[in-house]
């Protein structure tokens, strides 16, 4: 007679199996082999409210592996998240139960996973959130985070970076479950890898458990030990059987194949339906919850509200005895309750943005108590030392200060951030130069389908980056961000947003919108170098509020308007000079346009752009990247940009090689502007 447990966790396998199978996609192997590990840890160790999945005390749990959906699903059927008929539905159009499954807290889906080693790192972030949470509202906030990754997520380079740094915190909050069941899409374990990984995360003080897997008791054992772990991270290293219960046509196993990993089982050389009956179900009915399941989780969670019910018992005895904490955990949770008072931040002109950055980070670093900033061993150089001075970094078991030091690990600290930002409660923030933005792609893009308000923070935004040469200059990273920006999520809004500011004044508005940014994650791109002034700081002080319209006039020269310049960066400071030049000796009209999101600009009513950009004059645009940076404002043809790498030189020789310098500007656009009939000059002589 099967326990209760197996029953449950083979009632898992069944519709995961039949969920591939209806919808001829999908990987079943895993989800049958992980099963028991998912069902242990959902109905005795993970704590939630089940009338309120969004509590913000709930245990966390995320999925790494997003192929193995569909064991997820199934669980998660068993607590009356989904439906049979949306199971029935796994893979199709309007369906809840996607491919790889998308953060829905209510559905207790707390990431969307895919990219092989980013969910497991969001762990980490939920992790740290959890302990920064802890260290100062105490045991109302204390949960656990739990990740669930596969042999494939421990292969990602990104898994090296999470280990280290958990490891190195000591979060003792975080248990990880390694599924290791030795089998991969295309080949065993064995012919890519023969690292000991028990060891590696032992040397990175890890506590490291390893089990049968597909043992109840084992993992029942092994969950126990883990939270019952102080001081470090715990890593329970299952050894599961791919395909657990999987037979053919004649009974005979066909556990531990390849081919179950990424098929239906009927294509895979196993039997579906005979699979289903050796594994108690109705291969004609398969999406069933067997009688004894269904009365067994009934209790379940009964007993899971129970438990919460009396937790935040206890919570609102806390909030009587200690209001104005609790007031202000309520606000760590609601971003619109963030107050800053931005009229307190004194800029000063022909500054870096780099540099205005780190003013208003020193000014946040005391004003906004829930704001955590890391650094990619970059702090002096980004300027993030302006906050760090004001608070102290995560150290082993210490998260009573806001900063976190990643080390030169790019990809993993924007993990990590994002981790943050999907637990709640805290402001993530993280800093490194703009052309490792590339070793943070995936990350971004995760965080922008998943709507997550992270804040990434880049400096050294072009070529001026100078004697460090081309491998440190970005040229068509802007380009990429502003692609990401045109894409838009599924609520229909622009998934991401990208803003370049010109000036200091410009860069804490850029800031002020993105505190503010509750509902996507937000890029802020800063120069090193000194930006000479645009205009007054007085008229600066007003234009820059137009920020939040994404662009906007900031120089208007001469009567009526015969040219319009546009850009964004340092390279509206360049323009205004262009502009009195053009003036001067040519007495033209010109209007000097910055941009610094194009996103937010065409976010604006029609009248408005048309306004700012009008459409039936002359415009040039320059940007220190790609050309096509800006195609979406000007004709590629009339703007100026780089079409190559850049070279090791002084950021003023660059400048002028690369016709940056406004006099240079000025000899790009006159044969132009002779063209257009807006000139008449002998260009010869």
Same mark, same amino acid.
Request: with cysteine.
């Given at each position: 007679m099967k326990n209760i447990n197996t029953q449950a966790a083979d009632n898992i396998r069944i519709l995961a199996a039949a969920m591939v199978e209806k919808a001829k996609s999908g990987h079943p192997g895993g989800a049958m082999g992980g099963a028991d590990f998912i069902e242990i840890l959902y109905s005795e160790f993970l704590n939630f409210d089940p009338k309120d999945p969004s509590w913000h005390a709930r245990d966390r749990f995320f999925l790494d592996p997003g192929h193995m959906s569909a064991m997820l699903y199934g669980q998660l059927s068993l607590l009356n998240? +989904?439906?049979?008929?949306?199971?029935?539905?796994? @893979?199709?159009?309007?369906?809840?139960?996607?491919?790889?499954?998308? $953060?829905?807290?209510?559905?207790?889906?707390?990431?969307?996973?895919?990219?092989?080693?980013?969910?497991?790192?969001?762990?980490?972030?939920?992790? #740290?959130?959890?302990?920064?949470?802890?260290? @100062?509202?105490?045991?109302?906030?204390?949960?656990?985070?739990?990740?669930?990754?596969?042999? /494939?997520?421990?292969?990602? %380079? #990104?898994?090296?970076?999470?280990?280290?740094?958990?490891?190195?915190?000591? *979060?003792?909050?975080? #248990?990880? +479950?390694?599924?290791?069941?030795?089998?991969?899409?295309?080949?065993?374990?064995?012919? $890519?890898?023969?690292?000991?990984?028990?060891?590696?995360?032992?040397?990175?003080?890890?506590? $490291?458990?390893?089990?049968?897997?597909?043992?109840? %008791?084992?993992?029942?054992?092994?969950?126990?030990?883990?939270?019952?772990?102080?001081?470090?991270?715990?890593?329970?290293? /299952?050894? =599961?059987?791919? /395909?657990?219960?999987? #037979?053919?046509?004649?009974?005979?196993?066909?556990?531990?194949?390849?081919?179950t990993h990424g098929q239906p089982l009927s294509n895979s050389g196993a039997s579906f339906s005979e699979t289903i009956k050796k594994l108690g179900g109705n291969p004609e009915d398969p999406f069933q919850i067997f009688d004894e399941v269904k009365a067994h989780y009934a209790e379940v969670i009964k007993k899971k509200q129970a438990a919460a019910d009396e937790r935040k018992a206890q919570e609102e005895g806390w909030s009587k005895m200690y209001p104005e904490l609790a007031n202000k955990l309520v606000s760590f949770y609601d971003r619109k309750n963030t107050v800053v008072d931005w009229s307190n931040i004194t800029q000063t002109e022909g500054v870096a943005t780099r540099a205005a950055s780190g003013k208003v980070l020193a000014h946040l670093a005391t004003r906004v108590e829930n704001m955590i900033v890391a650094s990619a061993d970059l702090a002096d150089s980004d300027k993030t030392e302006a906050f760090l001075k004001k608070t102290t970094a995560f150290k082993k078991n210490d998260f009573k200060g806001a900063f976190l030091q990643?080390?030169?690990?790019? *990809?993993?600290?924007?993990?990590?951030?994002?981790?943050?930002?999907?637990?709640?409660?805290?402001?993530?923030?993280?800093?490194? +130069?703009?052309?490792?933005?590339?070793?943070?792609?995936?990350?971004?893009?995760?965080?922008?389908?998943?709507?997550?308000?992270?804040?990434?923070?880049?400096?050294?935004?072009?070529?001026?980056?100078?004697?460090?040469?081309? =491998?440190?200059?970005?040229?068509?990273? %802007?380009?990429? *961000? @502003?692609?990401?920006?045109?894409?838009?999520?599924?609520? /229909?809004?622009?998934?991401?947003?990208?803003?370049?500011?010109?000036?200091?004044? %410009?860069?804490?508005?850029a800031w002020k919108l993105a505190v503010e940014s509750a509902d996507r994650p937000v890029g802020l791109i800063f120069s090193r170098q000194n930006i000479p002034a645009i205009a007054s700081e007085e008229q600066r002080l007003k234009d820059a509020e137009f920020l939040n319209k994404g662009g906007y006039s900031v120089l208007e020269l001469g009567g009526s308007t015969d040219v319009q310049l546009i850009a964004n960066g340092s390279e509206v400071s360049t323009l205004s000079s262009v502009a009195v030049l053009l003036n001067k000796n040519y007495g033209l009209g010109i209007k000097v346009i910055s941009v610094p999101s194009e996103g937010l600009f065409r976010d604006q009513d029609k009248e408005y752009q048309e306004e700012v950009l009008d459409k039936n004059i002359p415009t040039f645009g320059l940007t220190a990247g790609l050309p096509v940076t800006l195609a979406g404002l000007v004709d590629i043809n009339n703007i100026h940009g780089l079409t190559h790498f850049g070279y090791s030189a002084p950021a003023a020789t660059l400048d002028h090689e690369f016709g940056y310098t406004p006099d240079r500007v000025v000899e790009w656009l006159l044969p132009q502007l002779q063209n257009e009939g807006i000139v008449e000059m002998d260009l010869s002589k």
């Open positions: 998240c +989904f439906s049979m008929e949306e199971l029935k539905q796994f @893979r199709q159009w309007g369906s809840p139960t996607s491919g790889h499954p998308e $953060v829905d807290v209510h559905r207790m889906i707390e990431n969307t996973s895919g990219p092989l080693g980013q969910g497991h790192v969001f762990a980490v972030g939920s992790a #740290i959130s959890e302990r920064f949470l802890q260290s @100062r509202f105490g045991k109302t906030v204390e949960h656990k985070t739990y990740a669930y990754i596969s042999d /494939g997520g421990i292969q990602e %380079e #990104i898994s090296q970076g999470a280990g280290r740094i958990a490891g190195h915190l000591g *979060l003792s909050n975080l #248990i990880m +479950f390694y599924d290791a069941n030795d089998i991969q899409l295309s080949t065993t374990v064995e012919e $890519v890898t023969t690292e000991d990984t028990a060891k590696k995360y032992e040397a990175w003080h890890w506590n $490291v458990i390893t089990i049968d897997g597909n043992d109840p %008791e084992a993992i029942r054992s092994a969950l126990k030990a883990a939270n019952s772990e102080k001081e470090r991270p715990t890593l329970i290293i /299952g050894k =599961t059987v791919m /395909g657990k219960g999987a #037979i053919d046509q004649e009974g005979q196993s066909f556990e531990g194949k390849c081919s990643a080390g030169v690990s790019e *990809l993993t600290m924007a993990a990590i951030a994002v981790g943050m930002g999907l637990h709640g409660g805290v402001i993530p923030v993280c800093a490194t +130069f703009f052309v490792f933005s590339d070793y943070m792609k995936p990350v971004i893009r995760i965080a922008s389908l998943m709507q997550t308000p992270v804040i990434f923070m880049w400096t050294h935004d072009s070529f001026r980056v100078g004697e460090d040469g081309p =491998t440190h200059q970005p040229i068509e990273q %802007e380009a990429q *961000l @502003r692609l990401l920006e045109q894409l838009k999520n599924h609520h /229909g809004q622009r998934s991401f947003l990208a803003l370049r500011p010109a000036d200091a004044y %410009e860069t804490t508005n």
